[in-house]
């Protein structure tokens, strides 16, 4: 690697072969708004981030700490001969796979220390109390945390009945639903056998000391226990002194749950116990989570908590006029107003952005978990807006997701001030009104992984005019006006009423059946709470269907509990027989799973190979064929084919496996070949080879075939889920759902279904939508793709604004109707498409 710092404002890529990129050589202009362009899966983000960002970030390691030199010499030096002339840069990337850190808006944008400061500083606080440090309006403090529930703002409880739910049992039947399941739950139920207890009568009929003792008690006697024996016998041996298989400690049921729930590391195991817990807003600081005495300062009559559950929108509308005034009330104190006007100054400036950026719905308390990737990446760009930098590189991830297009314009404008102050921003992305206002495009392609990797023009955006194998060229200078298609009628109506969540007030809501409905709306108007949320949840429940996989389960607790719900189906059910939510949710968070078991394919390759020849006489099943069983996988790596390097202050990295190189099995079990090939062969196959390999078998072609269709044929059969984009992971589950016979009478609902989509796949994906239509299912899709809402049969719009200037429907009826709506934001938009 040569590094020659120059200046000429030009980055200068030389050999670039990171992920499917064929040695690419690329100049792109400094402070200019770069947009790479291309079809999911061509190279973009190999190139943007893989490459350009990964290198600017070693480059800035290297130069801090020789420990992290060390650390990312062995690690994750991008495939590149040279880059010249790149700045420090600063990526915005949406996250891939679930965010881990519990915070807020506030503490994300760090508006929330600026407010306790306010409060600290320029509260107005009750007589005779003396003034609290800004820490005191923190309930992540101890000097703020109410006393109570520990700054948590619900307490919890574990009673009786919560513990067991079914009191006919016996204990040897499991009374008591919140012990371990496997071994220690029997361990404690032959301590209870020593300590003399019936474990074989019902619960119920235990007296009452009894039961008070096994499941409040906090004392832990040990006790000889003796496995295997009925009562009988244990009495007998108690007698005699035998000598017992161990001894064992008994733990109060209560105490199991509560040090359980606050110790464990496993969310799995927090779910199971949390279960047994009942939670309720904490009596002491009704949910506000501060103590007493920090609650009563008080800044324009509310207090820190009220404050910080306004919507942005209004907080700075409450905080303007200080900025001017300082506040009347201190007149008689000048240094208090001074304070009031430059924090209130400061506040407001800097909500202005989060305004802008179409952000004024969401309050500071708003847990980010709870946040869209968009949301969150918006979030960032404005704390960026505000940190002043300039000769710095801002690498983007379609900061374009989530947006309606009548938000895009502030987001544009926002890059452009980056830009302005000397900044170059570079961006990946498909929406055509980002792309059209670029300075300077890299398209690559021409097609995805193997297909793509190559540049296919690096230029201002007129050149790629001239380019004819580029697919993005088509989509920017259109040739032929959208076809209409005809419009389908609703078969029937599923109907709503009386919804209130979030921001929807008693809303009352008609979806059409048998027909492709498109959801639109400004970002916060309501869409995902209308469609994701209580449609959903309405429907699965009176379906009696399951909704979440364990590992969402898991989450589901870090997840707030919803304040208000209510709503119900008044019509329509009987048309519906089945639910399917294709969400961007990752598909699983470790390199253990990946495409080809998500979508059960996996199966039928292993049962392949264990029909092998050599698999036979060597007695290897299926099993020994899957990296999650101990037989046939790697022990070092134990079958994840990488090892997780844990590296301090970073986030930890995986570096390939030292036994097995990755290939994830032992070496006798790669030693069966099916077709020459060996199962690790298989899994580094594309979908795109995988199906010429496995045309002779049906099960396995039609599951790839599905693969193909929806794009992604370029995606290898053991690529981990966890480099899967929000989009591939979508697809991935569509696919699954695709190749289930379909019968017909199948809701699909699918959240944003274009995100990180090229305009060449978004036809592709809207084609296979259109056929499930055509098969007899109803499609609900919450969308801002123009394209895909003016293929819609009907369209409902929400808003008519974000948040509580949103949440009722402004306009439903076919494309053509809303685009005449008046008072609709997309109406405009969807003229314009139609035209
Ligand atoms: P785009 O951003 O254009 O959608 P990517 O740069 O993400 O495309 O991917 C380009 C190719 O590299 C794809 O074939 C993808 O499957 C592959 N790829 C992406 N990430 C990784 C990774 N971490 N390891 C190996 N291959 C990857
Ligand atoms: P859209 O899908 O149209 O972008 P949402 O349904 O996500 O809009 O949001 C509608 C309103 O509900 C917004 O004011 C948003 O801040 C609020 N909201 C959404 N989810 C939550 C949540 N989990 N907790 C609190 N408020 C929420
Ligand atoms: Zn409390
Ligand atoms: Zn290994």
Redesign the pocket.
């Known amino acids: 690697m040569k590094l020659t710092p120059k200046n000429d404002g030009t980055v200068r890529v030389r050999g670039a072969r990171e ?2 990129l064929r040695n690419v050589d690329v100049d792109i202009p400094r402070d200019a708004l770069v947009v790479f362009t ?1 079809v ?8 943007a981030f ?1 490459t350009l960002y990964a290198e600017a970030q070693r480059r800035y390691l290297e130069s801090v700490s020789p420990y992290a030199r060390r650390l990312f010499h062995q690690l994750s030096v991008p495939a590149v001969d040279s880059i010249d002339g790149l700045p420090p840069a600063v990526a915005l990337q949406q996250q891939r796979g679930a965010p881990t850190t519990r915070s807020s808006v506030g503490s994300v944008t760090t508006l929330s220390n600026l407010l306790r400061m306010l409060y600290s500083r320029a509260g107005d606080y009750p007589p005779h109390q003396p003034l609290l440090y800004a820490e005191s309006f923190s309930p992540n403090t101890a000097e703020g945390a109410c006393t109570k529930c520990h700054g948590l703002g619900r307490v919890y409880e574990v009673t009786e009945q919560t513990m067991v739910p079914d009191p006919s049992l016996t204990i040897r039947e499991r009374a008591i639903a919140a012990w371990p399941t496997a071994w220690g739950g029997q361990n404690q139920r032959d301590i209870l056998v020593s300590l003399g207890y019936n474990v074989d009568i019902p619960w119920r009929d235990l007296p009452r000391k009894n039961r008070d003792w096994i499941l409040f008690t906090e004392e832990q006697p040990q006790v000889p226990v003796y496995a295997g024996f009925t009562p009988a016998e244990t009495r007998q041996a108690l007698k005699r002194k035998m000598e017992p298989s161990y001894m064992g400690t008994f733990t109060g049921v209560k105490h199991h749950v509560l040090t359980t729930f606050a110790n464990t590391q496993s969310a799995l195991m927090k779910k199971r116990v949390a279960q047994f817990m009942l939670s309720t807003v904490c009596d002491v600081c009704h949910g506000k989570r501060l103590r007493p005495e920090s609650l009563s300062v008080k800044f324009a009559g509310h207090d820190i908590a009220e404050i910080a559950a306004l919507p942005l929108k209004r907080l700075s509308a409450v905080l303007a006029p200080f900025a001017v005034t300082g506040g009347h009330a201190h007149a008689a104190n000048p240094e208090k107003t001074e304070v009031t006007k430059r924090i209130t100054a400061d506040l407001t400036a800097r909500l202005a952005v989060l305004l802008n950026l179409g952000l004024g719905y969401l309050s500071l308390e708003r847990s980010t978990p709870t946040l869209s990737p968009g949301e969150l990446q918006r979030l960032r760009l404005a704390t960026q807006l505000h940190s002043n930098l300039f000769g710095v590189v801002y690498v983007l991830d379609e900061p374009s997701a989530g947006l309606h297009p009548a938000d895009t314009e502030a987001l544009l404008d926002a890059l452009d001030e980056l830009k302005q102050s000397g900044n170059s921003i570079f961006v ?1 992305e498909h929406e055509l009104d980002v792309i059209r206002r670029a300075d300077w495009i890299v398209d ?1 392609g021409p097609g ?2 193997v297909n ?1 990797g190559e540049v296919l023009y690096s230029g201002p955006p007129a050149g790629l005019a001239s380019i004819t194998e580029s697919q993005t060229r088509r989509y920017l200078f259109p040739m032929a006006t959208p076809s209409h298609a005809q419009r389908r009628t609703p078969k029937a109506w599923l109907k709503l009423s009386g919804i209130t969540r979030n921001n929807l007030e008693a809303l009352d809501a008609e979806f059409p059946l048998g027909i492709f409905t498109s959801v639109t709306g400004v970002s916060g108007s309501g869409k995902s709470t209308l469609v994701s949320q209580v449609l959903v949840e309405l429907v699965a429940k009176r379906l009696g269907q399951k909704l979440k996989t364990e590992d969402e389960e898991a989450d589901g607790l870090e997840q707030e509990a919803i304040v208000t719900t209510g709503g119900k189906i008044v019509s329509g059910m009987e048309h519906i027989r089945r639910l399917v939510v294709v969400d961007q949710k990752p598909i699983g968070r470790t390199p253990r799973s990946n495409m080809a078991t998500y979508t059960g394919l996996f199966d039928h390759v292993r049962k392949l190979f264990a029909t092998t020849k050599l698999a036979r006489s060597r007695k290897y099943d299926a099993g020994r064929f899957s990296f999650n069983v101990a037989k046939g996988r790697c022990e070092t790596c134990t079958g994840e084919g990488f090892v997780c390097v844990e590296l301090l202050f970073l986030p930890s990295v995986y570096s390939p496996c030292p036994t097995c190189h990755g290939a994830r099995f032992n070496a006798k079990t790669l030693e069966v070949l099916y077709c020459e090939k060996s199962i690790a062969d298989v899994l580094a196959l594309t979908v795109d080879a995988a199906a010429d390999f496995f045309a002779e078998d049906p099960h396995v072609a039609r599951a790839l075939q599905v693969l193909q269709e929806v794009g992604l044929g ?3 059969l053991g ?1 981990p889920a966890t ?1 899967l ?1 929000g989009g591939e992971a979508q697809r991935v589950k569509l696919a699954t759902e695709l190749q289930r016979a379909e019968r017909g009478n199948t809701l699909y609902i699918l959240d944003e279904p274009t995100t ?1 989509l090229h305009p060449s796949d978004v036809e592709r994906l809207q084609r296979q939508l259109q056929n499930l239509v055509t098969a007899g299912n109803t499609v609900l899709v919450v969308e801002h793709d123009m394209q895909m809402i003016a293929a819609s049969d009907w369209v409902i719009d929400i808003g008519p604004g974000a948040g509580d200037e949103g949440g009722r429907i402004v306009a439903a009826g076919p494309p053509n109707v809303i685009a005449k709506a008046k008072n609709s934001k997309t109406a405009p938009f969807l003229a314009a498409t139609l035209l």
């Open positions: 992920h499917n291309g999911s899966g061509s190279g973009k983000s190999s190139l893989g990946v690559v995805a992984g793509g370029y995606l290898r690529q480099e984009s990180g």
